[in-house]
C-alpha cells in the first residue's frame, strides 16, 4: 500500500487540526467529493454511533468546489477527538481512461487506519441504524473465520421514476464465501465491516481497476466468510451526480469486463474461472445492448471465444436441445388445437339452443308487453315504482349518518397513507417500530431523566442452544439502549462443547454478564432457579436462549415502573423472528385480562417480574416443565391486586421460530400444554375456586368449567317484542326445546302487537308454566322496558334477550349462569352468529364505528380469530344486550340501563362500562352459542325523529366515554379503530 501512495502522490496530502487518541477499535473510512447535501446526513450517522468501544472517522476530502470541504473543516473542528480529517489534492487522484476514481484517497485513509476493523461510507451514503458498528464488531468478534460483516442497504435513486429498494445476497443468504462473490458484486461498500489486518499490501492491479468496491471485497474474502445481515442500517445513494451513474449502460459494462481482465489470474483456478464466466455473460449484454453495430458485437464475440474456445459448441448444443423442446411443446399444442375444436363444436351446439331459449323468451317479453300496457297496470305504476326506492333510501340514510358520525370521530387516527394491505406488518414495523437517530435522543433523555432507574436482571436459561441465536440473543440484550441491566445465565450442564467458551468469552468482556454453569442438567424450572440466585436486580425479566429482545425493551420497561411505582408484573407485545430477522405474528395483547389469562399465557414475553414477589413465592416450580412462567404468574396473582400487573403495548421481544420451538408450533412440546392444565388446576384448588380446565387441544388453549350450585339460581329471561310472530315462535321454541338448564322464566314485554295472529300466540303460550306475558303500551324505549320488566322478575339472575334470538348449544345458559355467579364478573356475553353462519358478536370493543363495534365481526364458522380469541373465554369492555346475563343485585347496583340519554342505542355498552367502572369485569364465553337475526325486529334509522335520536345517543356516549373508547383496555393501541378484525392500526394510538 505505502509503494502505491508514494507512486501516485504528487502533492503531500494536509491533516487538519486531528487530536485522535489511539486505541480505537474501528476506522470508519469516509472519501468524499462534492457531496455538498450528503456529508452532513454521513458524518451524523457515524457520530450516532452507540458503541462499548472507542472509534475514528477518517475523512478524506478530495478538493470538492462545491462547500463540501468547509463542512468538513467544521465537523474536524468541532469532533477533533473523533475525526482525523486529511485534505487531498485532486492531482493525486488515479485516474483510468480520464477518469478520477477516488482511490488514492481510499488507499490513504486505509494506510492511516489504527482500528482493529475497518469500515466504510462514501460521502453520499449513510448509516440510520445508532448500534450498526456494535452489531457487526460484536458477531467479528466471536467469528474469527469471518472477513467480512455486511448488513442490508436501502437504494434510493433520485430519479423520480425509480423506485427504493433493498439489496440482499444471492437468495438471501446469511452467509456467504469468496466462490459466491466471484459470480457478482452484491456487497455495498458501506454496509461493511472489515478486519484490519486482512488488507496487507494492494496489488498495483488494484489500482487500475475503474471500479473499486468490487475488488476491494474480493481481497478480503481471500481470508474468511461473509456475514450478512438482513437488517436495514443505512442508505446507498444512486444520484447523477455520482461519476459511475453518470455513465451509461455500454460504458459500465466495459469497465466492468476491464476489470475482471485486471482481477482475473489473480486469484485460485476456481475463482479465476468463476470470474472468467461472469465475464461471458456482461459480453452478453454488451451484444444484446449492441446489437445493430455488427463490428463491436463481433468484437465482443471474439472475446467470449478467447475465454472460452467451446462456447460455440456448447452454444449449438443448447440451441438443438431448445429446439427439441420446441417440437416437443409444439406437438402438444397441435393435440390443444384439436381438442379446443371439439369444444368449439359443442359449443356451437349450445349456441343453437342458446338461440332456440332466445326466441322462447322473445315470446314471453310480448306477452309481458301486453300485460303491461293495460289499464291496471297503469294504475298502479306510481306505488310500484316508488317503494323499492323509498325502502332503499331509507337503508341508504341509515348508513350515510352512521358513517358521519364515525368519520368525525376517527379522523384524526385516519389510515391516510396506509397501505392497501392493512396487515402489511414489514412496512407497519418500518414506520412505527424502527428506531431513527432521533428515537434515540429522545430515549436517552428520558433516561437520564428517570427518577429511579431500575437495575433489570435479565434471566437466560440456556441448554445446548444454536450458538449463532445464543450469539445473537446475547447481543440483543447488550445493544439495549437503557444501560442499567445484568444478564444472569445459568447453563444446564449443556453437552455442546461450544457453548461453554462463548458464554464465558462474553462474562469476561462485560461485567454485567454474570455466568453459572450447573454440575448437572436439572431442566428448566431448576436453571431458572439457578439464574435467579445470582441476580442482584429489583427487577427479572425472562429470556430464551435463543429469542430476541427488541433494542428498546428494557427502557420501555423502566419507563412503565416509574409511571406505575405500585406494579408487580409487567408484559409486553411480542412477535416472532425467523432464522433469517424477518418478523412476523405480532401479538398485540389486551390489559390485563384475567379469563383471557386463564384461556391462554397472554403474559408469556416480554414477561417482567418484581424480584422480591418472585422470591416471596419461591421462585420456578418443579413438576410443570414447559408450563413454567404460566406457573409462576399465576402464583404470583395470588399475591397481588390486578392493578399491579402493567400492560407495555409495544413489541419488546421477538420469539425465535424454528423447529423445535413452541414459536412455530404448539405441537413440538405438546407436554407444555398439559403442564399448563395442571397449573391452572393446582391454581384453582389453591384459591378455593370450585373451577376446573379442560385442555382444548385444537387450539393449545384451555376452557375453564366453572361449577354450578347443587340448586342452580332462578334465572329471569326478559324479551322485548312487537308482533314479528315467526322470530318470536323461533326464539321462544329454541329456549324450551334446547335449553339444558332448567330453573329459568321467560318474561315476555309485548310492546304494542296489534297483529292477530301475534295476540293469539301470546295469549296460547301463557298456559306455560315457564312463561309470563307482560302488556307495555308505552312509546318503545329499550332502557325503560327492560329496566321495568328487571322489576317484575322473580330470579336472582337477569337474562335480556332480544326476540330475534335462537338457541343453537343446549348449555348455553348453564354456561352463562355459570360465569354471571363469580362474585367479581358482572355481565355475561354469548357468541352470536348471523343465520348464514358468519359471527355477530364475539364481545365488543369499544372504538370502533366512533363509539364500539362488535370483534370479529363476519368471521367465518370454523375460524378461530385473533390468537384463538374467537373461541376463547375472555374479558371484554362491553357485550351486546341482544343475549346478555347478570346478577340482579348487580343491575341494580349499577342502576339499570340509562333510561334518558340511551333509549334505543349504546345502552348496553354504556350499561357495561358502568359495571366495569364499579370494579366487575365482563366476560365473553364462545361455549354459549344462538344465531341472532339482527335488526330484523326494530328494523333501519329510517326517519328523521330516529336519526335525531341516534345522533344524541352518538354524543352522549363520546362525552360520557370518549377517552375510554379510543383506548379499550380490552383491546391494544396498534389495533384498528376502522374494523372489527384485529387489523394494524396505521398509525398506532401509542
Request: aromatic share 10%; hydrophobic share 35%; proline share 4%.
Amino acid at each position: 500500500m505505502k509503494e502505491l501512495i508514494e507512486k501516485y502522490q504528487k502533492v503531500p496530502v494536509i491533516e487538519y487540526k486531528n487530536k485522535i487518541k489511539k486505541g480505537a477499535v474501528v476506522s470508519v473510512c469516509v472519501q468524499t467529493y462534492n457531496h455538498v447535501n450528503f456529508i452532513k446526513e454521513n458524518l451524523e450517522g457515524i457520530l450516532m454511533q452507540k458503541t462499548n468501544f472507542p472509534i475514528e472517522i477518517l475523512l478524506g476530502e478530495d478538493e470538492s468546489n462545491d462547500g463540501t470541504r468547509e463542512i468538513c473543516m467544521e465537523y474536524a473542528g468541532k469532533y477533533s477527538e473523533k475525526i482525523r480529517l486529511f485534505l487531498h489534492s485532486r492531482v493525486n487522484n488515479i485516474e483510468i481512461n480520464g477518469q478520477p476514481t477516488g482511490r488514492f484517497n481510499l488507499l490513504y485513509n486505509l494506510s492511516k487506519a489504527q482500528g482493529k476493523y475497518v469500515a466504510f461510507c462514501e460521502g453520499d451514503d449513510y448509516w440510520t441504524d445508532p448500534y450498526k458498528l456494535q452489531k457487526q464488531v460484536h458477531f467479528m468478534e466471536a467469528n474469527e473465520d469471518f472477513a467480512i460483516c455486511h448488513h442490508n442497504m436501502q437504494v434510493i435513486y433520485e430519479e423520480k421514476n425509480k423506485e427504493r429498494h433493498l439489496s440482499n445476497p444471492p437468495d438471501g443468504n446469511e452467509v456467504t464465501t469468496i466462490e459466491d462473490l466471484a459470480y457478482g458484486n452484491y456487497i455495498f461498500t458501506a454496509s461493511c465491516v472489515f478486519r484490519n489486518n486482512l488488507f496487507g499490501e494492494f496489488p498495483d492491479w488494484y489500482a487500475e481497476c475503474p471500479i473499486g468496491d468490487y475488488p476491494l471485497h474480493m481481497l478480503n474474502a481471500q481470508f474468511g466468510r461473509i456475514r450478512y445481515i438482513p437488517e436495514v442500517m443505512g442508505g446507498y445513494r444512486v444520484h447523477k451526480g455520482g461519476v459511475w451513474e453518470s455513465k451509461d449502460s455500454i460504458y459500465r459494462k466495459n469497465k466492468w469486463v476491464y476489470m475482471l481482465d485486471l482481477m482475473k489470474n489473480q486469484f485460485s483456478t476456481n475463482i479465476n474461472k468463476q470470474l472468467t464466466e461472469q465475464q461471458i455473460i456482461v459480453y452478453e449484454d454488451l451484444i444484446h445492448l449492441l446489437g445493430n453495430q455488427p463490428g463491436q458485437c463481433r468484437q465482443y464475440s471474439n472475446k467470449i471465444l478467447e475465454n472460452d474456445p467451446f462456447y460455440l459448441s456448447n452454444l449449438r448444443s443448447e440451441n438443438s436441445r431448445l429446439s427439441a423442446v420446441v417440437n416437443q411443446k409444439n406437438q402438444e399444442l397441435n393435440q390443444k388445437n384439436q381438442e379446443l375444436n371439439q369444444k368449439n363444436q359443442e359449443l356451437n351446439q349450445k349456441n343453437q339452443e342458446l338461440n332456440q331459449k332466445d326466441i322462447e323468451i322473445h315470446q314471453k317479453s310480448q306477452e309481458l308487453i301486453d300485460i303491461t300496457s293495460s289499464i291496471s297496470w297503469r294504475i298502479t305504476k306510481f306505488f310500484r315504482t316508488r317503494i323499492p326506492f323509498i325502502t332503499s333510501l331509507l337503508r341508504l340514510l341509515h348508513f350515510i349518518n352512521s358513517k358521519v358520525f364515525q368519520n368525525q370521530h376517527l379522523s384524526a387516527h385516519s389510515i391516510a397513507g396506509g397501505p392497501a394491505d392493512r396487515n402489511n406488518y414489514t412496512e407497519w414495523i418500518q414506520r412505527y417500530d424502527t428506531l431513527s437517530a432521533q428515537d434515540g435522543i429522545q430515549i436517552k433523555s428520558k433516561i437520564d431523566k428517570l427518577s429511579k432507574p431500575p437495575l433489570i436482571s435479565v434471566l437466560m436459561p440456556v441448554y445446548n442452544p444454536n450458538p449463532e441465536w445464543l450469539i445473537e440473543a446475547i447481543h440483543s440484550v447488550c445493544d439495549q439502549v437503557y444501560p442499567h441491566w445484568e444478564l444472569c445465565i445459568a447453563d444446564d450442564a449443556s453437552t455442546d462443547c461450544k457453548i461453554r467458551p462463548i458464554l464465558e468469552r462474553y462474562a469476561e468482556k462485560d461485567e454485567r454478564i454474570k455466568v453459572v454453569f450447573r454440575e448437572k442438567n436439572g431442566h428448566i424450572s431448576a436453571c431458572s432457579n439457578s439464574a435467579l440466585e445470582i441476580a442482584s436486580g429489583e427487577w427479572v425479566a425472562l429470556f430464551d436462549h435463543d429469542d430476541k429482545l427488541a433494542e428498546h425493551a428494557l427502557f420501555w420497561v423502566a419507563d412503565a415502573i416509574n409511571r406505575n411505582p405500585s406494579a408487580k408484573l409487567l408484559y409486553s407485545d411480542e412477535d416472532k423472528i425467523n432464522k433469517k430477522g424477518i418478523r412476523s405474528e405480532p401479538y398485540f395483547k389486551s390489559d390485563w385480562n384475567l379469563d383471557l389469562f386463564y384461556s391462554q399465557n397472554m403474559f408469556c414475553h416480554l414477561g417482567v417480574y418484581n424480584t422480591k414477589l418472585l422470591k416471596k413465592i419461591g421462585g420456578f416450580r418443579k413438576g410443570v416443565e414447559g408450563s413454567q412462567d404460566y406457573d409462576l404468574v399465576l402464583r404470583c396473582i395470588e399475591h397481588i391486586d390486578s392493578k399491579q400487573i402493567i400492560h407495555i403495548p409495544r413489541v419488546l421481544y421477538h420469539w425465535r421460530i424454528h423447529k423445535d420451538s413452541t414459536a412455530k408450533s404448539g405441537d413440538t412440546k405438546p407436554y407444555a400444554f398439559v403442564a399448563g392444565q395442571k397449573a391452572l388446576n393446582e391454581h384453582f384448588n389453591r384459591k378455593g375456586m370450585d373451577a376446573h380446565a379442560e385442555l382444548l387441544q385444537n387450539l393449545k388453549s384451555y376452557r375453564i368449567r366453572y361449577t354450578l350450585p347443587d340448586k342452580p339460581p332462578l334465572v329471569s329471561l326478559i324479551i322485548l317484542t312487537k308482533n314479528k310472530l315467526p322470530l318470536l315462535k323461533t326464539c321462544v321454541g329454541s329456549i324450551l326445546k334446547k335449553t339444558a338448564y332448567q330453573n329459568y322464566e321467560i318474561l315476555i314485554i309485548d310492546n304494542g302487537s296489534d297483529e292477530q295472529k301475534t295476540i293469539q300466540y301470546l295469549k296460547d303460550i301463557q298456559s306455560i308454566p315457564k312463561i309470563r306475558v307482560i302488556r307495555d303500551d308505552r312509546k318503545f324505549n329499550f332502557s325503560v322496558l327492560n329496566n321495568a320488566a328487571v322489576k317484575l322478575a322473580q330470579g336472582e339472575i337477569i337474562g335480556l334477550l332480544n326476540n330475534d334470538i335462537e338457541v343453537i348449544s343446549p348449555e348455553w345458559l348453564s354456561e352463562m349462569v355459570s360465569h354471571a355467579l363469580r362474585p367479581e364478573v358482572g355481565a355475561v356475553g354469548a357468541k352470536l352468529w348471523y343465520p348464514n353462519d358468519l359471527l355477530q358478536h364475539g364481545g365488543v370493543v369499544l372504538g370502533i364505528g366512533g363509539v364500539a363495534g362488535h370483534s370479529h365481526l363476519n368471521l367465518p364458522r370454523g375460524q378461530h380469530g385473533y390468537f384463538n380469541r374467537a373461541d376463547l373465554i375472555q374479558n371484554f369492555s362491553a357485550v351486546t344486550a341482544a343475549c346478555l346475563i347478570i346478577k340482579k343485585s348487580i343491575y341494580d347496583e349499577v342502576g339499570g340501563l340509562n333510561e334518558d340519554n340511551l333509549q334505543i342505542a349504546f345502552n348496553d355498552i354504556d350499561f357495561c362500562l358502568r359495571i366495569y367502572k364499579m370494579g366487575y369485569r365482563n366476560v365473553w364465553t364462545p361455549f354459549a352459542e344462538l344465531y341472532h337475526h339482527e335488526s330484523a325486529s326494530r328494523g333501519y334509522e329510517d326517519t328523521p325523529e330516529k336519526q335525531n335520536r341516534f345522533s344524541s345517543e352518538v354524543n352522549y356516549m363520546q362525552q360520557q366515554w370518549g377517552e375510554l373508547l379510543l383506548n379499550d383496555p380490552a383491546y391494544n393501541p396498534n389495533l384498528t379503530l376502522l374494523y372489527g378484525d384485529y387489523s394494524l392500526a396505521w398509525p398506532p394510538r401509542v
